[in-house]
């Protein structure tokens, strides 16, 4: 079964510097997705990529997706403490894309103000 | 507000009761989910409905048993469920099952 490694597993970061989430599959990715999680609450969607070498953005944050390496980065420029969090990636489980999806156990983000 | 309300927000319930999750959607969307979030564990997909009709089954116990009565609505119905089964519990929805999805605030269950 497909696995997502995310990594750093926790991150700690003073106000104003750059950081960089990865996630990683064991089997091709057909789609990659962003979400950011406040501890107890629900998902929120960032972003989706599907084809390889895309790379989006929204407000500071970059994310990119490289199909060889079956791995996602997540880049936050000029991190504010309104970053904080757990940011999740999720992976479309197969090429005919049933709406599964896998997760990765998350990276928790804290910014030191 | 992501257009996702889950209900009740928090749930705490004996071996023996039986309780039901409320998930409901104003977006439109087609293709409903439950997810399951445990500590330590990664979120996990529990079902998935596509017009109302259950396209996914990810090997769940039968104590839980799902139900989409039209496009907008998503129960999860509870029985003699395990202390193992405390978690959150997530409700998605997407345009199509190939959309993005976008989730409720969830459901905090605890058994007791």
């Known amino acids: 079964s497909q696995e997502l490694e995310q990594s750093p597993q926790s991150l700690i970061v003073q106000e104003g510097k750059n950081l960089t989430i990865n996630c990683t599959s064991s089997?091709?990715?057909?789609?990659l997705y962003w979400y950011k999680q406040k501890y107890g609450e629900g998902l929120i969607f960032l972003m989706m990529l599907q084809k390889g070498g895309e790379e989006k953005s929204h407000e500071k944050i970059t994310a990119k997706l490289d199909e060889k390496k079956q791995q996602s980065s997540l880049h936050i420029t000029a991190s504010q403490p309104s970053h904080a969090g757990i940011y999740l990636c999720g992976a479309v489980a197969s090429s005919s894309n049933t709406g599964k999806l896998i997760f990765g156990q998350g990276t928790t983000l804290q910014v030191k103000p | 507000e992501t257009g996702v309300t889950q209900t009740p927000r928090h749930l705490v319930m004996g071996m023996t009761n039986k309780k039901s999750l409320k998930c409901e959607q104003h977006?439109?969307?087609?293709?409903m989910y439950w997810y399951k979030q445990s500590a330590k564990k990664p979120l996990e997909l529990m079902f998935v409905y596509s017009l109302e009709e259950r396209v996914e089954n990810n090997s769940v116990p039968s104590r839980f048993s799902p139900e989409c009565p039209n496009s907008s609505h998503l129960f999860l119905h509870l029985h003699t469920l395990q202390p193992e089964d405390s978690a959150l519990y997530l409700c998605?929805?997407?345009?199509?099952?190939?959309?993005?999805?976008?989730f409720g605030a969830g459901t905090r269950l605890s058994v007791l």
């Open positions: 998605a929805s997407s345009h199509t099952q190939q959309g993005s999805q976008y």
């Open positions: 089997k091709t990715l057909y789609g």
């Open positions: 977006l439109g969307h087609n293709a």
